[in-house]
């Protein structure tokens, strides 16, 4: 799959994208909402990790934005957050809502789901 992994945290995205690439996958990462989407203009991506706290452009703007594209298959969106709490808007906006920190494991079951199914019901995974 194609993974686009979004986060400022340099040290979480360069992990993501490695273990993501040794597990088989094609990562990129973007350390802003504004680069994830000049990213997701340029390319298709099946998966989407999308860190909610980010400079300028936050993680919900960004998501917010792939339901406003008709035109291109929107890939699945999975939000990582560190807050505790999250809301019906992350419902409507993300696929899966992720709790930082998360597991490989649960890691392993996102990446099994965007494969089987880009429109599965959010969840909370720890």
Sequence with gaps: MNVLV?????????????LLDCIGHRAVM???GETALELLRAG???LVL??????????????LSLLDR???????????TGDSDSN?????????CLQK???LETLLRVLEDARRDSNASCLLAA
């Design 44 to 46: 298709a991506f099946d």
């Design 6 to 18: 979004v986060d400022d945290n340099e040290f979480v995205a360069d992990s993501l994208v490695f």
């Design 88 to 96: 019906a808007e992350f419902a409507r906006l993300f696929d899966v």
């Design 30 to 32: 973007a350390p802003d």
């Design 101 to 103: 920190p998360f597991s």
């Design 50 to 63: 999308l860190d909610e706290n980010l400079p300028g452009i936050n993680g919900s703007a960004v998501a």
């Design 70 to 80: 008709p035109v291109f298959p929107r890939p699945f969106v999975a939000s990582m």
